[in-house]
């Protein structure tokens, strides 16, 4: 049985921030997508993973998604992990490489924030 995922939302000076806490697994990947979709065409996204437990190739590609549909409007996404299972799973992905001019990955919030800021 998988662990609940919950999303809080919250947004600063024209940047959303999704905080996910659980598994992002294929049964709770969607929630994520709606999260997304519920934002108002984020053209800065901060997605905090550090409370997420696990992710499986599902809620990968709901982030690639995401990733991909901020790229279609030049948008940015910053990934916030500090967890080292994670951040492996993300880099062996070539996520962060295929999307590397709108996609990037930071330890904290407030260098996400510098991230989309410098943009």
Known sequence: MSIDLSIQS???????YLELHGELDDFHAPKLTDA??????????IINLDHTT????VGLGSIAKIGKSIQDIN????????????????????????????????????SATANLNAL
């Open 75 to 110: 948008g940015q996404l910053q990934l916030i992990c500090n967890k080292p299972q994670l951040i492996r799973l993300l880099s062996a992905s070539g996520l962060i490489a295929a999307l590397h001019s709108n996609i990037g990955m930071a330890e904290s919030i407030e």
């Open 36 to 45: 997304v979709n519920a934002l108002d065409n984020p053209k800065k996204l």
């Open 54 to 57: 696990f992710i499986d190739s």
């Open 10 to 16: 919250s947004k600063q000076n024209n940047i959303d």
